[in-house]
């Protein structure tokens, strides 16, 4: 049985999920309307990945017989200066993410729930392979910002992202 406080804290993680799954939807529509559909595709990909994570602690506080607790997803951003704009935003979102579910692992170790802190460590290992990503993506960009073409290549790579 999940304590009030990780019950809590586990719903306002399944927001911060739902939150992420918009907002890189929301970078997906920005990538489309500039034609730069591989960066929407890979963004539309990360949006449901989101979206699982989101799911994923949703079953996890079923299954310790807790309720879960929707809340209103903000508005995310719409628009941006440029593509590289967007990987900043990208990164910094996943390091909040990170620093987010380091506080629920360290919330879990508090309360003494073993079974809560070895479930989130699958999204601790998760958030090192996205920042990673997110970090490679960013760096690219940046060397190949004032190349038109290195930017159309870069932008049919991504294209090739298979959902995990």
Not at 1 to 11: D, F, P, S, T, V
Not at 76 to 89: A, C, F, I, Y
Not at 137 to 156: G, H
């Amino acid at each position: 049985m999940l304590n009030a406080k990780l019950e809590k804290a586990l719903n306002k993680q399944i927001n911060e999920e739902l939150y992420a799954s918009y907002l890189y939807l929301s970078m997906s529509a920005f990538f489309e309307s500039k034609n730069l559909s591989g960066f929407a595709h890979w963004m539309k990909l990360q949006s449901q990945e989101e979206y699982g994570h989101a799911m994923k602690i949703y079953d996890y506080v079923f299954l310790k017989g807790g309720q879960v607790e929707l809340f209103a997803i903000p508005e995310p951003k719409k628009e941006w200066n440029s593509t590289l704009n967007v990987m900043e935003d990208t990164l910094a979102h996943e390091q909040k993410v990170t620093k987010l579910i380091n506080d629920l692992v360290d919330l879990a170790s508090a309360e003494k729930d073993h079974a809560t802190a070895s479930f989130l460590n699958w999204f601790v290992d998760e958030q090192v392979e996205e920042e990673d990503n997110a970090t490679k993506i960013l760096e690219t960009v940046k060397m190949v910002s004032e190349s038109k073409n290195a930017t159309y290549m870069l932008d049919r790579e991504l294209s090739k992202r298979t959902a995990d």
